[in-house]
């Protein structure tokens, strides 16, 4: 493996936090891996969580990733039609060995036509809309379509970086680094999905509807754009 093994993880306003910093502490480990941050300009980037994170580069000044990183939140559907963003998506894709994704995030793939004809999973609030972006929606935690591994909302994206670790440096290097971090989930409660039986289905019906009536409209304008091309 050539060294450094490159990672770009895009960054933008809104992100959910631990969409990044989920994965982030996962890469950190990774042996002979560099994390590149980008954003628009390197200043600090407010996330969901109230803080902020300050990027290493720039969209046009990042290296070529090996890995082509992008997290989700709400900041991800303000960024459906950012040409810039979406150019710098295709052009880090189309040399990247992995492309990548977790929760939301798909919809970025995919408005940038990285999904078409491809599984591929988000968050269950807003994964029945990845269809409209050409992609197979799959409920499942971690999805990988030869190159492309995308992962469900927020904290399955552990187990994504995981997965990808196993990957790139296999199984035995990707058990070490969750024995460092002390993955040994044991949540409280069964509820963490919707098919879960301690989960709130009214809850989860409801934010489904809200979900599509607050972004439907906007990925159905990046869908025509990708019909257009």
């Known amino acids: 493996m050539s060294d450094p093994f490159r990672i770009v993880a895009l960054l933008f306003p809104h992100v959910t936090q631990l969409d990044f910093t989920g994965p982030a502490q996962v890469f950190s480990k990774m042996p002979g891996a560099e994390l590149h941050v980008a954003w628009h300009r390197e200043e600090p980037v407010p996330t969901d969580a109230g803080f902020s994170i300050l990027p290493t580069t720039t969209l046009d000044t990042a290296p070529q990733a090996d890995v082509l990183f992008v997290p989700g939140g709400r ?8 040409e810039a963003v979406l150019d710098f998506l295709r052009r ?6 992995w492309i990548t994704s977790v929760c939301t995030g798909s919809f970025l793939l995919g408005a940038a036509g990285l999904l078409r004809g491809r599984r591929a999973t988000s968050h269950w609030g807003s994964l029945h809309l990845l269809e409209r972006l050409g992609a197979t929606p799959v409920a499942e935690r971690v999805v990988r379509d030869d190159h492309v591994i995308t992962a469900a909302g927020v904290s399955a994206g552990i187990d994504f970086a995981l997965r990808l670790t196993a990957e790139i440096y296999g199984d035995d290097v990707a058990k070490r680094l969750q024995l460092q971090l002390e993955y040994d989930p044991e949540p409280p409660f069964d509820a963490g999905a919707p098919s879960r039986p301690d989960a709130d289905h009214e809850l989860a019906n409801a934010q489904i509807a809200s979900m599509t009536e607050l972004r439907g409209d906007v990925v159905d304008r990046a869908a025509a754009r990708l019909d257009a091309d």
């Open 75 to 82: 900041g991800a559907f303000e960024l459906l039609e950012d």
């Open 92 to 97: 880090q894709a189309a040399e990247a060995r």
